[in-house]
């Protein structure tokens, strides 16, 4: 049962693949608080995920982009705006994706073709969004725009290879076109750096598993979920969270300001 947080908004909402991501959680919760949307994802993910589930669910639309295309982008917020019959009030950006994670390459080996489309997609993408959403002028005052991202691009992790340079670009990206939006339309900017979460795209990590456990250790409030992620998102979308802008929102259970917990203590203690 919702509370109607987000009655009468409308946005769209990219990157839902199956009922794990954090695109369809957020669909979810966004449908059960009143907002309405257009559901998007690249073609070729939309044959690997069940995203009409979601869209008959919901009773929302779908229309296919490839987010690094500004051709496709230009369509899919234009036809938005007239599906949803107005101006868009938030976008979601859940958008993630490294050929060189997904093909094995050693960081030490990257092909950097594959580097660059991992920064395109995962980053890089970010900006073209909001840039035909600022020439079509297609998002109301006090809009909320979010992207997802990961503590990697502050901290190293194995495995996550050049990914952590794409959310470092995702973040920097947040900060530089928020400072713009803002000016322009009192439209916020933000990224959430959520806690490992066993999506299908964050599985596909090396060592995810471990990465699972140590962040459970290290968290006071343990891992937040995908459910737990669609909830803030949420009140990032309402209109209670209107002078929050540029920031990179850590939603990780006190993870990222832990230098340790007595669980990880008690599990590295010789004996144990």
């Known amino acids: 049962m919702g509370n109607n947080l987000l009655k009468?908004?409308?946005?769209?909402?990219?990157?839902?693949?199956?009922?794990?991501?954090?695109?369809w959680k957020t669909a979810e919760k966004v449908f059960e608080e009143g907002g309405t949307f257009v559901l998007t994802?690249?073609?070729i993910a939309m044959r690997m995920g069940k995203i009409n589930e979601l869209a008959a669910k919901c009773g929302a639309e779908i229309i296919p982009a490839d987010a690094t295309s500004v051709k496709d982008l230009e369509n899919l917020i234009s036809q938005s705006v007239k599906i949803l019959g107005g101006k868009l009030d938030f976008i979601l950006h859940s958008i993630g994706m490294s050929p060189n994670v997904r093909k094995g390459r050693d960081y030490g080996d990257l092909n950097y073709e594959w580097m660059l489309k991992s920064l395109d997609v995962s980053g890089i993408s970010f900006h073209k969004v909001m840039q035909v959403a600022e020439k079509q002028d297609a998002v109301n005052e006090w809009g909320s725009i979010m992207a997802l991202s990961y503590i990697a691009a502050?901290?190293?992790y194995p495995g996550y290879s050049d990914m952590a340079q794409a959310k470092s670009v995702l973040e920097s990206i947040a900060r530089s076109y928020g400072s713009r939006y803002g000016k322009l339309k009192n439209v916020r900017v933000n990224t959430?750096?959520?806690?490992?979460?066993?999506?299908?795209a964050g599985s596909g990590v090396g060592g995810f598993d471990v990465f699972l456990d140590f962040a459970e250790k290290m968290s006071p409030l343990g891992n937040a979920t995908a459910e737990e992620c669609a909830n803030y998102i949420v009140i990032m979308f309402s209109d209670y969270t209107r002078k929050v802008t540029m920031q990179n929102l850590m939603h990780d259970g006190g993870f990222s300001t832990s230098g340790i917990t007595d669980d990880l203590v008690e599990t590295l203690t010789p004996g144990n």
């Open 154 to 156: 502050q901290r190293t």
């Open 192 to 200: 959430i750096s959520q806690s490992p979460t066993p999506t299908t």
């Open 41 to 43: 994802n690249a073609p």
């Open 8 to 23: 009468g908004k409308r946005g769209i909402i990219f990157g839902a693949l199956d009922e794990n991501s954090i695109a």
